[in-house]
């Protein structure tokens, strides 16, 4: 079955930088796109970033654009967002999630993994 686990959250100062790994499985990887997507405390989803299948466009919300970076591994079968500069806006649990299909953007994932908390404090 598809799986999704999410790894490399943690506490970082504002300015610091964290990389998150999604690690997926049950599926043929290379064929489909992932998003990053995150939710903070009384907030609701939001996608972050989203890389497609084949040429791994890579997409962004303007709130991150220039900061994070998302890239993928099809040998490894694992997404990563590289995220610097960061802001105490970007606390959130992060969560990575796939549709099975090879675009971004549209309807929200169908999978989802279990989440990574990041939090940016001082």
């Known amino acids: 079955q598809v799986q999704l686990v999410e790894s490399g959250g943690d506490l970082v100062q504002p300015g610091g930088s964290l990389r998150l790994s999604c690690a997926a499985s049950?599926?043929?990887?290379?064929?489909?796109?992932i998003g990053w997507f995150r939710q903070a405390p009384g907030k609701e989803r939001e996608e972050v970033s989203c890389?497609?299948?084949?040429?791994?466009?890579?997409y962004y919300a303007d709130s991150v654009k220039g900061r994070f970076t998302i890239s993928r591994d099809n040998g490894n079968n694992i997404v990563y967002l590289q995220m610097n500069s960061l802001k105490a806006e970007d606390t959130a649990m992060y969560y990575c999630?796939?549709?099975?299909?090879?675009?971004?953007?549209?309807?929200?994932?169908?999978?989802w993994g279990q989440g990574t908390q990041v939090t940016v404090s001082s």
């Open positions: 999630g796939t549709k099975l299909v090879g675009y971004c953007g549209g309807s929200p994932p169908t999978y």
């Open positions: 049950g599926f043929t990887f290379d064929y489909y796109s």
């Open positions: 890389i497609s299948s084949g040429e791994a466009r890579a």
